[in-house]
């Protein structure tokens, strides 16, 4: 690596931008949200939970970063339109989306053991969440000129997770919807693009073990999937999912669109 590039991983920055992240009260979110605060964005927290949001709202703020934080049920479009209509009221606009809000479908098989208020619920936040944030922001990432939206998928949706139907489903239509919106918005230069974390532990891995959803008996199935899924033998943290967004959100992706990239040690290959 030239002397060149380092000079410009060391200017990548998001000063003077807004970004809007979903689900960013606890994991996979939070995390995203510190990389992006730690860039120099001005953060909207955006959960389901008030309080969770104004806590992280807060942590970021004592960091010295500009961030609010507030209630949105992403299920709910009118809750959505509010939120995007007092970030835009904050700040001036929206110049990133992280569509992070997801919730996980009942596991274990067959499918059948999912029901339709559990199908409905899974797409409901997973999939239409993130439709009704990216229209009620296309307006402003339009005005942007450094728009961004980044959809948290999974390598569910690119390898099909039978244990897990509707999330599975879910995340393979918001790798579809990332696609058709990166189409749609390439000639205004906003890109769009989906992030697919892979194994890493969460309280959903206690639940599957319960179900009896381990391909064999020996340890947990959080362990049992890692050391018989992934090349590089090793999980992922949340860690690894912030730093690839926070790329993304960068000037230094702005010829990337319509991708959908793994954080997985391998485990799409």
């Not at 939120?83 to 596991?107: E, F, K, R």
């Not at 009704?132 to 307006?139: I, K, L, P, Q």
């Not at 179900?211 to 020996?218: H, L, Q, V």
């Not at 999912?241 to 997985?264: E, K, M």
Request: proline share 4%; net charge negative.
């Amino acid at each position: 690596m030239g002397a060149s590039s380092l000079s410009r991983l060391s200017q990548a920055k998001l000063q003077g931008r807004v970004a809007v992240v979903t689900g960013a009260a606890m994991g996979i979110g939070s995390a995203i949200a510190r990389e992006l605060a730690g860039l120099g964005a001005q953060v909207l927290i955006a959960d389901r939970s008030q309080q969770g949001a104004e806590q992280m709202a807060h942590s970021l703020v004592e960091a010295g970063a500009e961030a609010r934080g507030l209630a949105c049920d992403v299920s709910d479009p009118a809750q959505v339109e509010r939120a995007a209509q007092y970030a835009c009221q904050t700040w001036s606009g929206i110049d990133v989306l992280v569509n992070c809000a997801g919730v996980a479908s009942a596991p274990g098989q067959p499918y059948t053991r999912c029901t339709p208020d559990e199908w409905r619920r899974t797409v409901d936040t997973n999939l239409m969440g993130a439709v009704h944030w990216c229209a009620a922001a296309r307006e402003p990432l339009l005005a942007s000129k450094s728009g961004r939206i980044i959809n948290i998928s999974s390598i569910t949706g690119v390898i099909s997770a039978p244990y897990m139907p509707a999330y599975s489903v879910s995340k393979a239509a918001l790798i579809s919807l990332s696609k058709v919106l990166a189409r749609d918005l390439a000639t205004a230069l906003v890109t769009v693009n989906a992030v697919c974390p892979g194994y890493i532990r969460t309280p959903m891995w206690g639940e599957l073990e319960q179900r009896g959803a381990s391909p064999d008996t020996e340890g947990d199935v959080f362990d049992q999937r890692v050391r018989l899924l992934v090349p590089m033998q090793k999980p992922q943290n949340v860690e690894d999912v912030a730093a690839c967004v926070g790329f993304l959100a960068t000037d230094l992706a702005c010829h990337i669109t319509g991708q959908v990239i793994g954080v997985d040690g391998g485990a799409t290959i």
